[in-house]
């Protein structure tokens, strides 16, 4: 963000829509000019229809000339629709893809368990939520530009003919923008709780999937199935409340519109028949006259009209800003990740170094302070320690997934900082205490697109069978959450990668949590091969055996 300070609703939007001003100007003025041709063509119709209700008028303007005019002036507006739509939709594309890549940018950059939007929350947010946008930016910003302008302009007109029309206009006009914005704020309520329970409802959901297996072994899949249920009801009646606002106000803005131009229409009859014989500055109304007010009598009230339309939108956009807003300030304040996070060229390596490290395990934790350690190429050490004394906090600082708050950590000659960052993780692999794999192929996966020995590999994590048990084999997409395989089998996949890769360092977090001992040996096994092969391990582990299994731990005992 650029400002720090608080900001409105308003303010949000105007922020966002801020690199698109022009395209949005522009779109707006073309929507006007449009709606200005019309008291034109309305004037063509008046003149070629006011002479065949007269005969005795000579005419101004021949049936197949007015046609002709009239139809020329229908293609220009088309054009200028089409022009100021094209604009619009482009607009608001751009504005949604910057906002969609901003987030996800940011998001990306937390630190591993610091998010401040759960994936959830962010899915729902970047899909979603900020498609609402898209409405906002090409039928709000437009219709606002017009019922700015073409109203006043229709109302001038009118008034050249007649002053009584004009005030008609000019009291009927006003009672639109102020229900309007009456419920438009009811409309704003209303959009924000919709948006909260979208949220809600995608976090549950992505909870539940995640926890599928669980749910079927505890036998709770009816329990979960009828709190999603609620919770769905809630998202459709939270739904069906802003769609009730929505066709309230239309209802309501319809019949103010619908009285203004029936007081008109009343008025243009009386004067032709000769019941009225005032407001037309001293000259009696013509049919000419009378139909071309009648014509631009609703087309005052179609800007103000299509502005109540697209105020729900404004609505929308205003909840979703807000929600952004939020976003952004708690990821701003969330701790991030070193460095950008992308490829790096892989650093030369050697003895691996932290000193004085002082980290915090989350935003609102106390600090931990950690001891001295060191680990020398092709070692292996366990990091051991009660739970919460800091072991994967300590892994993902050597991993730069996370800053410290103080001391150094340095592998070889170079130190870790944000400039080194994505070199240092260029040159270590990382096997997390739960499993997450990329939307590609476990060939994909193991690989990264590189050559290599992929059989060796896989023998050399046990991984054979694994591969052979899924239908796809190796072509088998398993999803974030490794649908399909086990835990014990997902860690000794990510172990093949690791084998497959022969990156320096692997630093591998509770690798053997929650296995049963046969799959937990295995996990060992392909471990203690990637140790015989030259790669440094550093393990977070209460596992005897694995710690057995290395050449030395270190013990932590953090202090704030």
Known sequence: MTDSSPQ????????????????????????????????????????VLGHLVAPGVSPALSPLAGALCF???????????????????????????????????????????????????????????????????????????????????????????????????????????????????????????????????NSLLIDRIAAMSDLRLLGAEGRAREVLKDKTEDLRRRTMAVLRVAFLSSTVLE????????????????????????????????PATG???????????????????????????????????????????????????????????GILRWQGLRLRPARDAAPIALPDGAVAPGEAVAITGPSGVGKTTLLSALAGLLESESGTIEWGTDVLDAQSADAWRAGLGWLPQVPRFADTSLRGLITLGREGDLDGALSAAAAQDIIAGLPGGLETRLGDMGGGVSGGEARRLLIARAHYARRPLLLADEPTADLDPDTAAKVIA????????????????????LVAAMDRAIALEGVA
Do not use: C
Not at 21 to 34: D, E, T, Y
């Open 8 to 47: 409105s609703p308003k303010q949000i939007l105007n922020r966002l829509a801020a690199p698109q001003s022009k395209r949005l100007r522009a779109s707006g003025w073309l929507s006007v000019l449009s709606a200005l041709i019309w008291p034109v063509q309305a004037a063509v119709v008046g003149l």
């Open 71 to 201: 139809v020329a002036l229908a293609l220009v507006r088309i054009a200028l629709d089409w022009a100021a739509q094209k604009l619009g939709a482009d607009a608001a594309e751009a504005i949604v893809i910057h906002a969609r890549s901003r987030l996800v940018a940011q998001a990306a950059r937390q630190a591993t368990g610091a998010a401040a939007l759960s994936p959830a929350h962010s899915a729902a947010l970047v899909a979603e939520k900020l498609a609402a946008l898209t409405p906002w930016a090409t039928r709000y910003q437009p219709s606002f530009m017009r019922a700015r302008i073409v109203p006043l302009a229709f109302l001038v007109i009118a008034a050249t003919q007649s002053w009584v029309v004009a005030l008609i206009l000019l009291i009927a006009g006003p009672l639109i923008p102020i229900f309007m914005a009456l419920i438009g704020m009811a409309a704003q309520q209303a959009s924000e709780k919709q948006m909260i329970e979208i949220g809600a409802l």
């Open 255 to 286: 019949l103010f519109s619908a009285l203004g131009v029936a007081m008109v229409a009343m008025y243009v009859g009386f004067s032709l028949i000769g019941w009225m014989h005032f407001g037309t500055w001293g000259a009696p109304m013509t």
């Open 291 to 349: 139909i071309f007010l009648l014509m631009i009598a609703p087309e005052f009230f179609q800007p103000l009209r299509d502005l109540a339309a697209a105020w729900h939108d404004r609505a929308a956009a205003l909840a979703v800003g807000s929600e952004l807003d939020t976003a952004e300030t708690e990821i701003e304040a969330a701790r991030k990740i070193l460095g950008d996070g992308g490829a790096g060229q892989p650093l030369a390596g």
């Open 526 to 545: 392909g471990l203690v091969a990637l140790r015989e092969a030259g790669i440094t391990l550093i393990v977070a582990s209460h596992d005897p055996a």
